[in-house]
């Protein structure tokens, strides 16, 4: 690998270290690299700078009258909504079941 393949590497590394990208290792092993690699350390910082001035030009955004009651209500409320689920599914089997019984009756009846 040349020196200038090396170079473009460790500014991918960089940048994927910087957008959390890497493995637990690749990640271990890139932090260990910069502590002692002052150029690595650059590389990250540039990166981090891109990065951020990305997001200069969005503007911060309220959220909708009754969002989080909203939140709240979907997350916590959810079991109660499986359980009705679960309650008109039971309903639905036990009338095709029963459906199922009248059907196979009328045919035994039918057949003698």
């Known amino acids: 690998m040349t020196q200038s393949d090396a170079k473009n590497t460790d500014k991918i590394l ?8 890497l493995s637990d290792q690749e990640k271990t092993e890139f932090e260990a690299r910069l502590e002692t690699e002052p150029q690595l350390r650059r590389y990250h910082a540039n990166w981090l700078e891109d990065f951020v001035t990305l997001t200069d030009d969005i503007g911060e955004v309220a959220p909708p009258v009754g969002f989080y009651a909203g939140l709240e209500k979907r997350l916590f409320d959810a079991p109660q909504v499986a359980e009705q689920a679960t309650q ?4 639905v ?5 029963a459906a199922v019984a ?6 035994i009846l039918v057949a003698l």
């Open 14 to 21: 960089a940048g994927e270290y910087a957008l959390g990208l």
């Open 93 to 97: 089997r036990f009338v095709l079941g």
């Open 88 to 91: 008109s599914g039971s309903l």
């Open 102 to 107: 009248v059907v196979v009756c009328a045919l």
